[in-house]
């Protein structure tokens, strides 16, 4: 080594050793373990939970006395009124949460542990339940957030932690439950199957075949030439080789007859295929159905050629309306992730793509001339909080770097709405206004304090959504105290305009049509505007207007006018066509008369059992509301699939698996309405009082909707887990006419008839569908399901709810693999047996077990 090596090193070490004697904190936060673990629900027969925190110092430096706190989101509200002696909890905003010293912590020395107790509202079942997000900041260095990973959720397995109160008799998902409830299940052999999905209005198989190969042609009308090519590129990802599409006879032919606008025939012979439409979305669900009737395997790879069926087959929607929800806004999904979603959808004839695209947590769309709106609204984290972009939420960490952050730009979402339309799927982006919308008022905020300091008065408050001095007090259902438009205010209006204006606009670039902007009109808290001095000042030019419940109907009075005179309609939740009035003297909400009949559309949510709104929808029907049926009882895709602690996602309105979407009769979805969403059986007078749907109610009905929102999708594969095998419920109710069960008068009879269609149904999608999408656009991560198991006479029985799915066991301790045996009959090994369900690909769903003495 030579000496100006020798010197950089000696001059290396002494700074080394200078800083080392100058820093301030010589804890490293992540020596400290932290776990947190469930107590009990239901705690003191109230309804909170209680839990523990555990922290220990592995450290060989103590955690000071005070000057840190440790950030967490939780999705329930902590009781802080509780005297805690060493730490406390304080609430940040949302589900922002922080730990904190007291003046009686004396600190946590070297290799000491401690445990800080939690009483929370209502209760805690699964894992997305726990705090998440961990962070930890020094007070004197708080723009510096560090995430803490040395964390761990301690897993719930008694009752006391995962039944939420007394009367919560719903099974916990043990696999012998499981095994119960797949006992009804028939396995069908493959052949007997019906091949195209969803089922088509009338469908006959044939002796024939076709041979899909290299050699195949494609020939079409001129109106439908986009579909030639779409099936042409659908095919080359099968055979490795376009085919060539022709104005002579091909061997796929497209042709154009008169019929209803989304009916088709499609007929398959040795002599070639025929699909028949009157218009380019029939010939393109033509198109989808010839897609599911090939083999599943067909999109493993490219094929030298591939048998198709022989079939006859007369097909047309029951529902115009065929839409899926996905909420970007609270956990953001990348551009690639939703067009693949999109062709999710298309397969399945799905044709509305509902975008909910803003939200308190998060504006995902660029709007040229607010660009604050992304640049703020767009991301999450904990330096420069509500100035450079908004907190952290849903266990989205102190930085940007996860789904917490991301918006499409102009060209991004052009992009989104060309493909969809290729697919003839109507994406309606969701503006949720006045609540739900802290990222639009915080954003705004952050252009007004801007503008203020460059002497812009005028043009800061232009697009200003809150009274600066407004001192009300509110808090929404997830926390928020700051979340709700004024809508007083006249620049809200502006805002509305110039953000339905900038859509519009995008649209026409890029040339697709436009019908409607859901503008949201979900859970606005009360005390909202209640001391706004924009409020007080409209009251006294508007005498009208008697309270803030009156601002309701002012507020989407005027939006109604703006989308109206746009060419538009007005869409939004449940809430826009609500009136609230008074009933005996208590508050009583009712169809409000001002919309009716003017072609306002509502997504209609609220059934929960036992809240008393298990009717609504056919109530706003009845009245002159079009209706989307979206019921969180059925078709809510973030509800958790099972009552288990490894089951992440709500269940506020029940656990919803396939069989939920798939059960769900549209026109009478009362009539199997059988349990609470706490497992208890309703009353036989349950429905007594209800309002049933009328046959004028009937043509409100325009189409139902699944819905996945966004709290615990915290990535794609997330994402794909809860979507799949939901949609496919989804996709057979939307499409496919009424099932004999669902009108069957006869209680034990539609019992008869429905069982045997669910075998039916689970079979299609177990040894069809889910295959196919194990390779279909790259593959789909849906959920696995787990497998169910009895120990019954010394013998371990298995069953599994989609047959054609593969069941592998071990009997030493080890997790099964794909190498591990394989289940065909019962077996009496001893001892703790292990038990995964494989897909066609080899991917293993979650292990349970079994013990067998």
């Not at 396995?187 to 075949?209: H, R």
């Not at 493993?300 to 029951?318: C, L, M, T, W, Y």
Request: with cysteine; aromatic share 10%; hydrophobic share 35%.
């Amino acid at each position: 080594m030579n000496k100006h090596v020798i010197s950089l090193a000696l001059f290396a070490g002494l700074c080394y050793s200078t800083n080392a004697q100058q820093v301030k904190h010589p804890l490293n936060p992540n020596d400290i373990k932290i776990k947190w673990g469930m107590m009990e629900n239901n705690y003191k027969g109230q309804g909170k939970y209680f839990s523990v925190f555990t922290f220990i110092n592995n450290s060989k430096h103590e955690l000071p006395a005070k000057g840190w706190s440790i950030y967490f989101n939780l999705p329930r509200g902590i009781d802080t009124s509780v005297a805690y002696d060493r730490l406390k909890y304080e609430h940040v905003n949302g589900d922002l949460n922080r730990i904190v010293p007291t003046s009686g912590f004396i600190g946590l020395k070297p290799k000491i542990g401690m445990d800080l107790e939690m009483i929370a509202s209502d209760w805690s079942l699964n894992r997305a339940d726990a705090p998440s997000g961990l962070y930890f900041v020094w007070d004197d260095e708080p723009q510096t957030a560090i995430a803490l990973t040395n964390y761990e959720i301690v897993a719930s397995t008694k009752a006391v932690q995962i039944n939420r109160t007394k009367t919560d008799i719903a099974p916990i998902a043990t696999p012998e439950v499981v095994y119960n409830r797949n006992k009804v299940i028939e396995d069908i052999p493959a052949n007997k199957l019906t091949k195209v999905f969803p089922t088509p209005l009338e469908y006959v198989e044939n002796a024939g075949t076709f041979l899909l190969s290299a050699s195949t042609t494609i020939s079409a009308d001129p109106d439908f030439s986009k579909e030639a090519t779409y099936l042409s590129n659908e095919l080359k990802v099968v055979l490795g080789k376009a085919p060539s599409i022709s104005t002579s006879k091909g061997t796929i032919e497209l042709r154009k007859a008169a019929m209803d606008k989304e009916a088709y025939t499609l007929s398959v012979s040795s002599s070639g295929i025929i699909i028949t439409a009157s218009t380019p979305a029939g010939a393109f669900y033509g198109i989808q159905s010839l897609k599911t009737l090939m083999p599943a395997t067909a999109w493993s790879g490219n094929q030298k050629s591939v048998v198709v069926p022989g079939v006859e087959i007369k097909d047309a929607p029951r529902f115009g309306w065929r839409a899926f929800m996905l909420d970007v806004a609270r956990n953001f999904q990348t551009k690639e992730e939703v067009l693949k979603t999109l062709d999710w959808l298309a397969l399945y004839k799905i044709n509305v793509f509902h975008f909910h695209c803003t939200e308190d947590e998060g504006w995902r769309i660029e709007i040229p001339g607010l660009p604050e709106l992304t640049e703020v609204g767009g991301k999450r984290g904990h330096k420069n909080a509500n100035i450079d972009q908004l907190p952290p939420s849903f266990t989205s960490g102190p930085d940007n770097s996860t789904a917490g952050s991301g918006f499409y730009t102009k060209a991004d979402f052009i992009e989104i709405l060309k493909y969809a339309n290729d697919r003839h799927i109507k994406v309606i982006p969701e503006i949720e206004s006045p609540g739900h919308a802290r990222a639009a008022v915080q954003s705004m905020q952050v252009r007004y304090d801007r503008l203020i300091k460059q002497g812009q008065k005028a043009e800061a408050e232009k697009y200003l959504l809150r009274d600066l001095n407004d001192k009300s007090v509110h808090s929404s259902v997830q926390g928020w105290n700051d979340n709700v438009m004024d809508v007083s205010m006249p620049s809200t209006y502006t805002f509305i305009q110039k953000v339905v204006d900038e859509l519009i606009a995008t649209y026409k670039e890029a040339g697709v049509p436009l019908e409607t902007i859901h503008m949201g009109g979900d859970e606005v808290p009360s005390g909202s505007w209640e001391k706004s001095p924009a409020f007080a000042k409209l009251q006294q030019e508007n005498p009208a207007i008697k309270n803030t419940n009156d601002l309701w109907y002012y507020y989407y009075g005027k939006v109604n006018e703006i989308v109206k005179s746009k060419g538009l309609y007005l869409y939004g939740w449940e809430e826009v066509g609500m009136r609230k009035t008074m009933l005996d003297g208590a508050a009583h909400a009712i169809p409000n008369p001002d919309f009716a009949g003017q072609n306002v559309h509502l997504d209609v949510w609220n059934n929960v059992i036992g809240w008393g709104a298990e009717d609504l929808a056919y109530r706003l029907a009845n009245a002159g509301y079009k209706v989307v049926l979206s019921p969180v009882s059925n078709l809510y895709f973030d509800m958790s699939y099972d009552k288990d602690f490894e089951e992440q996602g709500y269940y506020w309105g029940g656990f919803v698996d396939v069989d939920k979407p798939y059960s769900f009769i549209p026109f009478d979805y009362l009539k199997n309405t059988k349990q609470d969403k706490m497992g208890n059986t309703l009353a036989s007078n349950f429905t007594q009082g209800k309002e049933r749907l009328t046959d004028l109610g009937k043509t409100n009905i325009v189409g139902i909707q699944g819905l996945l929102f966004a709290e615990t999708i915290t990535s794609a594969e997330r994402m794909e887990y809860m979507l799949m095998p939901k949609l496919l419920g989804l996709a057979e109710r939307a499409w496919a006419k009424d099932p004999e069960w669902s009108t069957e008068k006869d209680e034990a009879k539609s019992n008869g008839l429905y069982a045997k269609a669910w075998s039916d149904f689970v079979n299609r999608i177990g040894k069809r569908e889910l295959p196919r999408l194990s390779y279909y656009k790259g593959g789909l991560r849906y959920r696995i399901p787990t497998a169910g198991a009895i120990v019954e006479n010394g013998m371990v029985r298995v069953n599994v709810q989609l047959p054609g799915f593969i069941v592998r066991y071990t009997t030493n301790g080890a997790e099964p693999t794909v190498t591990s045996k394989q289940y065909n009959a019962p077996f009496s090994d001893k001892g703790t047996i292990k038990l995964r369900v494989f897909d066609v690909k080899g991917r293993g769903g979650r292990t349970v077990e079994v013990l067998n003495k």
